[in-house]
């Protein structure tokens, strides 16, 4: 391939994803109909240009990118699908934990690149995405880790059937005090019931 077609292809996808962190609706629409752009928020996973746009606004400077506001593809709460060992491990260590804590009391609870370079200037290598999962899904005083009630129950089975089995994070964002893994898992669980109970007649 000519020097100058590689050359132009950069060109493109930095100005689209330049356009991607500016709410640019069409240049959003683009990238998002691109063969190889997914992100699959239930398993962690994006693909290699997907991470180009989140690397992009790191390098640029961009705090958060624009969002949805219901965990849409502009959403920085993305995990990559390979794993880089070397930069971060996926256990949290207590200290991890204290000084996420105090990020999150300092800088609040949506710049979460800022407190990943907070957390980072510690010694350890966390990215924006991975500090936002571990503080809603662990570590928010306000979620609820008790026995689910009904009257939740009701509640969620009511969200899934408005928004469906894959909509998680804009589910739990309605539920107030679970996360999306909880609502996940809940839901689940009571589909193994529902299939116990119609088998054994």
């Not at 709460?77 to 256990?91: A, F, G, I, L, M």
């Amino acid at each position: 391939m000519k020097a100058s077609l590689v050359n132009e292809m950069i060109f493109k996808i930095n100005q689209c994803v330049g356009n991607y962190f500016l709410g640019n609706s069409q240049a959003n629409s683009s990238i998002q109909s691109h063969p190889d752009f997914h992100i699959d928020y239930d398993q962690g996973m994006m693909s290699p240009i997907s991470e180009h746009i989140y690397e992009y606004g790191e390098a640029m400077g961009i705090s958060e990118p624009k969002s949805d506001g219901y965990g849409g593809a502009a959403s920085s709460s993305v995990v990559p699908y390979w794993e880089n060992k070397k930069r971060r491990s996926n256990v949290w260590k207590k200290r991890e934990d204290e000084l996420l804590r105090l990020a999150v009391s300092e800088f609040g609870d949506s710049h979460w690149i800022t407190v990943a370079n907070f957390i980072n200037q510690h010694g350890y290598n966390r990215r924006g995405n991975e500090c936002e999962s571990r503080w809603k899904r662990s570590l928010d005083p306000a979620l609820n880790k008790g026995e689910w009630t009904r009257e939740e129950t009701d509640k969620l089975l009511a969200l899934v059937k408005r928004y469906g089995e894959k909509s998680w994070r804009r589910i739990a964002g309605e539920m107030g005090n679970r996360s999306d893994t909880q609502c996940r898992y809940q839901y689940r669980s009571l589909q193994k019931k529902n299939r116990r109970q119609y088998e054994a007649g």
